[in-house]
């Protein structure tokens, strides 16, 4: 294995004991300089025999998600029940200072469970990611992405109210779970910096998937709905408002919504529309400026959408986001493997890079060349051989800190001390703050009354109320809110003391606002030279399309999720809640969390720019790498699986109530059968193999699907998950709520805000053994820390305060 110095974790040694959930987690660490070394049992982990494979031809080192999630490791070939085996791990533990592993703290394996390697290792930081959790009523059940995701809510928000729910045909909980992993890797990194101690970080897929719900759950806490699927249609309100068109060759995500940041678009088109004669009396003669959408009927919002559903009818993909480029449309075409793998924002940026393909395969395959663009990160050469490596190489280790640091006292959190500046707004930058706060950093949040946090406007009633925004608050807990006008010549100065008070600076303007300021990093680097900061925003800071304006929704169709997600007979939808609004937080604090460390170890400062379609992109290797590999695009399958079946979701007993079952290979078909009571139908030899039953699936779903539709979800979950099946009642909001996993895990927490009074806020998807998370606050009312932040933080005296609220500066 060769050391590469430059990059952030270079000498930090792991072990890599996961399945195909925790793969993407080592390669993150793999990309981030670490030395990690894949554990696989005789004949080589299942994941080498998944096609399509580079070539065509099967190959146990060729297969498009082995070499997207593996890339840059080395493997090791181990049977762990020989004690031999288990002998040559625990040596490896004890010069390892990560473990990852898919099992329950590493449940069925005696003498080398978490804890008997942490006895051995005391610093070792052992890192373990499941379907619930290492703890509670559901730890040892069985579960996928298909019944994690049942289970977190997220999918029975997501498709049509007259089918199934349907999951996105990638596993997205690999993709979120991969990132909160090592997140919390590195988070107990920095614990262990100060404490000499290692940890134990327990990650839930069911739980971290309940962040791409966006506050749905918190919310449904207040408010007492179940949710409802919708399609590719937005609720809002009693209306239902479009948001995925059919264009000429494709689909484009555009939503009806307002607000400041999208009324200008919805002008531009418009004008546009009229300029080629296809704008009616409804669309030009509207006076766009005072537009809400959420207090439209539906009469007048298919008034509206009727003549965008015709001009896009008009118009390729390219055609329509070409204009949204050059006039600032808030549209996006619902991008296949070919658009991602072409875009020339992508192209300009350098975001893609060659690799060879595995022995005896002459291609150059593309790979997505990081996950934020951070000069401390490298993807590795190539994905690694069958027990190519005997164990780790070379002496260097993971470096010290520079200097010690005093470890918080109990309770504080990891990031007690730490001081964090956001001037973010939305969902990615105040989520990737959120990490820090609920481990007890100090977070101040940057807004005015001029420019507040336009989640704050959501769901406006009209009344213009800038504190009662219940998703506002569900995000924001932990935090302090410092009014500060940017519009104001005084604000720049203060907004520069307050960078040389941070430790971290993140945020989300449209690039060229920071420049604009002379904030940016580059122009004041020099004055604070140890200054981490970060911009995020939907394309990042170069490139030609860097000045698209977009939220998640349009990150989502740009990345490729909306087109993987639905049934192959409909339009595309998109994961409810987005994805780039939750995923992109996740990858970000990831490249933040391993500057810091890095700085603790050199003094260097460094500016991270995050592409929220970038981070999307990232987990989606594996798809883009079959499609440059095989010419065959991967689109829509439902909930089906090309290497399981059956593999879906099945009606229950109730409205609307549904159970979802994976069955991996043909020993669980073999259960299945056996807790169905052997029907005639399911003994049919042509259903014994995997590949007879993807041959049967048409016939075999539907004869499912008439023994489950009679019974109780949960009930039926529950035997079967008692019968050794993969099993999970589709849980909607309310049910999410009364999880009792979620209870044992304390993902809801009550505070009381002092405008909408008693709420629940949401947890993260992991748990530190040494560190639990603290909810000390409610969301911050607009403004309302500020004398605390700029007299007793910053210095400011009494009399300079008020002369500066007087003048509006800090309103």
């Given amino acids: 294995m060769t050391q590469t110095s430059q990059r952030a974790l270079t000498g930090l040694r792991v072990l890599d004991l996961t399945d195909e959930s925790g793969h993407l987690a080592g390669r993150i660490l793999a990309d981030l300089g670490a030395q990690v070394l894949k554990i696989e049992p005789p004949g080589g982990d299942v994941a080498r025999r998944r096609g399509p494979f580079v070539g065509g031809e099967p190959q146990r080192d060729a297969g498009a998600q082995w070499i997207a999630r593996n890339l840059g490791k080395h493997s090791l070939v181990l049977d762990l029940s020989p004690a031999a085996d288990a002998e040559r791990l625990r040596e490896l533990a004890r010069d390892a200072d990560v473990v990852l592993d898919s099992t329950a703290t590493g449940a069925g394996r005696p003498g080398v469970e978490a ?113 409802q699927r919708s399609g590719n249609f937005n609720r809002v309100g009693e209306t239902i408002q479009q948001e995925i068109w059919p264009c000429k060759d494709g689909f484009v995500s555009f939503a009806l919504r ?105 291609a150059r395959l593309p790979f997505p060349s990081r996950f934020a663009e951070f000069p401390l990160a490298a993807i590795g050469a190539r994905a690694p051989s069958l027990n190519d490596a005997t164990g780790f190489v070379g002496t260097d280790h993971f470096a010290p800190p520079r200097s010690a640091r005093a470890a918080a006292a109990p309770g504080a959190g990891i990031f007690h001390g730490l001081r964090v500046l956001e001037f973010g707004a939305g969902a990615a930058a105040p989520l990737a703050t959120r990490y820090f706060a609920d481990q007890g950093a100090t977070v101040i949040k940057i807004e005015s009354r001029q420019r507040p946090d336009f989640l704050r406007t959501l769901r406006d009633d009209g009344s213009g109320k800038l504190d009662a925004s219940l998703f506002f608050t569900c995000i924001n807990p932990n935090k302090l809110s410092a009014g500060l006008n940017m519009k104001d010549p005084h604000a720049v100065g203060l907004a520069k003391r307050l960078i040389g008070w941070a430790d971290l600076v993140i945020e989300n303007f449209a690039p060229g606002v920071m420049q604009k300021w002379g904030l940016d990093y580059e122009t004041i680097k020099s004055e604070f030279p140890g200054l981490l900061m970060v911009s995020t925003c939907l394309w990042g800071q170069t490139g030609p399309e860097r000045a698209y304006p977009g939220f998640g929704g349009q990150g989502s169709a740009l990345a490729g999720f909306n087109y993987l997600t639905g049934w192959p007979d409909r339009e595309p939808l998109g994961p409810f809640g987005t994805i780039t609004d939750s995923i992109s937080p996740r ?30 992109v990232y987990g989606l290797s594996e798809w883009l790498l079959a499609y440059a590999a095989s010419g065959h695009s991967f689109g829509r399958i439902g909930n089906r699986s090309p290497h399981a079946a059956p593999h879906g979701v099945f009606p229950c007993a109730g409205a609307d109530k549904w159970i979802a079952i994976a069955i991996h290979d043909d020993a669980d078909w073999r259960l299945l059968v056996q807790a169905m009571d052997a029907p005639a139908w399911a003994t049919a030899a042509e259903l014994a193999t995997c590949e007879g039953r993807l041959r049967a699936v048409d016939a075999l779903e539907p004869a499912l699907a008439a023994w489950t539709a009679s019974q109780d979800a949960a009930v039926l979950a529950a035997a079967l998950q008692a019968a050794g099946v993969d099993a999970a009642a589709v849980a909607d909001m309310q049910d999410v709520i009364k999880d009792p996993q979620l209870a044992h895990r304390g993902h809801f927490t009550e505070l009381t805000h002092p405008v909408l009074g008693r709420h629940v806020v949401e947890a993260m998807g992991a748990r530190y053994s040494a560190a639990p998370m603290q909810f000390t606050r409610p969301a911050p009312l607009l403004a309302a820390d500020s004398r605390e932040v700029y007299c007793d933080m910053l210095g400011l005296s009494a009399a300079e305060f008020d002369a500066l609220q007087a003048a509006g500066v800090l309103s």
Avoid at 139 to 157: H, K, V, Y
């Fill in 115 to 227: 804890a008997a390697l942490q006895r051995l290792n005391p610093r070792l930081v052992v890192c373990t990611i499941t379907p619930y959790g290492s703890s509670g009523p559901k730890a040892a059940l069985r579960g996928s992405d298909l019944t994690a995701l049942a289970a977190s809510g997220n999918l029975f928000m997501t498709g049509d109210a007259d089918r199934a729910p349907v999951r996105c045909s990638m596993p997205v909980t690999h993709y979120h779970g991969a990132a909160e992993a090592v997140v919390g890797i590195l988070f107990a990194l920095w614990h262990r910096d100060a404490t000499g101690a290692g940890q134990h970080v327990d990650v839930a897929l069911q739980e971290l998937m309940l962040m791409p719900n966006m506050t749905h759950p918190a919310q449904a806490w207040v408010q007492g709905y179940r949710g």
């Fill in 587 to 616: 990858y970000g604090v990831v490249a933040i969390a391993a500057a810091l460390l890095h700085r603790a170890r050199t003094g260097t400062g460094a500016y991270l720019d995050v592409s929220q379609v970038e981070t999307a």
């Fill in 258 to 362: 307002g607000g400041p940041a999208r009324i200008p678009g919805l002008i531009a088109i418009t004008k546009w529309m009229d300029e080629q004669g296809m704008a009616p009396p409804v669309l030009k003669d509207r006076d766009w400026s005072k537009y809400n959408n959420n207090l439209l009927t539906q009469p007048e919002v298919d008034a509206i959408a009727a003549p965008f559903a015709a001009f896009f009818k008009t118009k390729t993909m390219q055609e329509l986001y070409d204009a949204a480029c050059t006039r600032r449309l808030m549209l996006a075409p619902a991008n296949t493997e070919r658009e991602v793998l072409a875009s020339r924002q992508l192209a300009a940026r350098a975001y893609f890079t060659e690799r060879d393909a595995p022995a005896g395969r002459p």
